[in-house]
């Protein structure tokens, strides 16, 4: 049977809850191989999910940050029971690929989101397509986000996007400050649409391509798509999944 792993971030409580963790893991049989337990916040389980996207392991995340939407609540008392009895949850990454000014490509993974961001003071100007049907001819805007169902309560729920059930198989196109046209709210499309953004005026109206936290600058055309082949399987307390966590944040939207 594989050890557990612990990887916490740095700063004093991550490593105080990895301390006692591991004291527990100690002196208690985890029945359950191949965990990797994550202490942090989103951000850190974001870092290391995408440091370990070739992993066949199963990710247990342990809140020590602030809100920790993909992280579990740490109980001293109760960790060995709820590593034991965690419900899986599998969830593939967005795929960004970037090509810049200087015909450059870059490609990165995004869990949560692709945002689209205007790069000086003027808007963005836009046109999105998906497959051979156009979203939008153009889009005048501050920008615009690509969001997997795992994401759509993160910036996409800031910039009143719609929250996207896990097993919805869908993606959301919402544009981030649209100027022209003002009413446009967005699309949902299919989890295996291919997104093709083009910048209509990269020299005057140049953008940002930003994969989650990683930022390509002077941006031209940037395709998005789900990679279907990364899996990353995520364990979440019993009663309290990553799936209900969204329908808390459907009713408290719709109900605000």
């Known amino acids: 049977m594989d050890r557990v792993q612990i990887i916490s971030d740095k700063n004093q409580r991550s490593l105080k809850i990895k301390s006692e963790i591991q004291k527990k893991i100690n002196e208690n049989k985890v029945k359950r191989s191949n965990i990797t337990i994550v202490i942090g916040g989103d951000g850190f389980m974001l870092q290391t999910l995408k440091k370990n996207r070739k992993s066949k392991k199963f990710f247990y995340g342990v809140n020590s940050g602030n809100y920790g939407f993909l992280m579990n609540k740490f109980s001293s008392k109760n960790i060995i029971g709820n590593l034991h009895k965690a419900k899986m949850i599998t969830i593939s990454p967005l795929e960004m690929s970037v090509k ?138 019993k009663n309290k999944s990553l799936q209900k966590k969204i329908k808390l944040e459907q009713l408290r939207k719709e109900t605000s």
Not at 102 to 124: D, F, G, P, W, Y
Not at 160 to 172: A, C, D, Q, R, V
């Open 100 to 237: 810049n000014n200087k015909n450059q490509t870059r490609k990165h993974i995004a869990i949560n989101e692709v945002s689209i961001l205007r790069q000086s003071r003027q808007a963005a100007s836009l046109s999105i397509n998906h497959g051979s049907k156009q979203v939008i001819k153009k889009l005048v805007s501050d920008g615009v986000l690509v969001s997997t169902p795992a994401g759509s309560t993160a910036y996409n729920l800031s910039v009143h996007g719609p929250i996207l059930s896990l097993n919805s198989k869908k993606l959301s196109i919402s544009p981030i400050s649209a100027f022209r046209p003002r009413r446009w709210k967005g699309k949902i499309v299919s989890d295996r649409s291919k997104i093709m953004i083009k910048n209509l005026n990269p020299k005057k109206r140049p953008i940002s391509a930003v994969a989650d936290n990683i930022e390509i600058r002077n941006a031209k055309n940037v395709i998005v798509k789900t990679n279907q082949k990364i899996k990353f399987n995520l364990l979440y307390d």
